[in-house]
T-cell receptor, first 113, second 115 residues
Framework: AQSVTQLDSQVPVFEEAPVELRCNYSSSVSVYLFWYVQYPNQGLQLLLKYLSGSTLVKGINGFEAEFNKSQTSFHLRKPSVHISDTAEYFCARGSSNTGKLIFGQGTTLQVKP | GAGVSQSPRYKVAKRGQDVALRCDPISGHVSLFWYQQALGQGPEFLTYFQNEAQLDKSGLPSDRFFAERPEGSVSTLKIQRTQQEDSAVYLC?????????????FGQGTRLTVV
């Protein structure tokens, strides 16, 4: 079965430091990957997605992710975080014919001043 | 409306009570999804509609869960005889096309607490 694993449940980091949130997926022929952010008491907002093409994907709010087929990873990075980036981040993979999403368990990013 | 709207935002139900959760998708969106998000977990797929047709209900945890979208717009998720394990946030999402490259927009969710 298709799955997504987020290796860290919590990532504390100081403001203006770089951050990487890790995501691994189970291998299959076609892979469609997403990162979503969830602020407290809010719905999920799409940060970025990989469908095909360039393996380096740039998203909103200065985030980017790299699709690595050999390591079956799709890690999310930001070179300098802000307090406002404190939120829950979810990695997900999609079904090609319906758009149904399978989510990882989430990583809480805690940005400290 | 401007986004996906879910109501109520919060619902407290006594064990055994039936509940109905409503989702108003973005106007014109063909696809509608329901997800269940338990505390500290990622969302888990429940069911999917394309217009009024329920094409996938593989994620519904039991026959107490029922979803409908009779006119291809508003959807209702009904849970009969609620149990404590049903406590979760129920998220609705919609997209204008049934393809993975089409962004799904999420509502704020309904937090259900069964006491």
């Amino acid at each position: 079965a298709q799955s997504v694993t987020q290796l860290d449940s919590q990532v504390p980091v100081f403001e203006e430091a770089p951050v990487e949130l890790r995501c691994n997926y189970s291998s299959s022929v076609s892979v469609y990957l997403f990162w979503y952010v969830q602020y407290p008491n809010q719905g999920l907002q799409l940060l970025l997605k990989y469908l095909s093409g360039s393996t380096l994907v740039k998203g909103i709010n200065g985030f980017e992710a790299e699709f690595n087929k050999s390591q079956t990873s799709f890690h999310l990075r930001k070179p300098s975080v802000h307090i406002s980036d404190t939120a829950e981040y979810f990695c997900a993979r999609g079904s090609s014919n319906t758009g149904k999403l399978i989510f990882g368990q989430g990583t809480t990013l805690q940005v400290k001043p | 409306g401007a986004g996906v709207s879910q109501s109520p935002r919060y619902k407290v139900a006594k064990r055994g009570q039936d509940v109905a959760l409503r989702c108003d998708p973005i106007s014109g969106h063909v696809s509608l999804f329901w997800y269940q998000q338990a505390l500290g977990q990622g969302p888990e797929f429940l069911t999917y509609f394309q217009n009024e047709a329920q094409l996938d209900k593989s994620g519904l945890p039991s026959d107490r869960f029922f979803a409908e979208r009779p006119e291809g717009s508003v959807s209702t998720l009904k849970i009969q005889r609620t149990q404590q394990e049903d406590s979760a946030v129920y998220l609705c999402a919609s997209s204008w096309k049934s393809m993975v490259n089409t962004e799904a927009f999420f509502g704020q969710g309904t937090r259900l607490t069964v006491v």
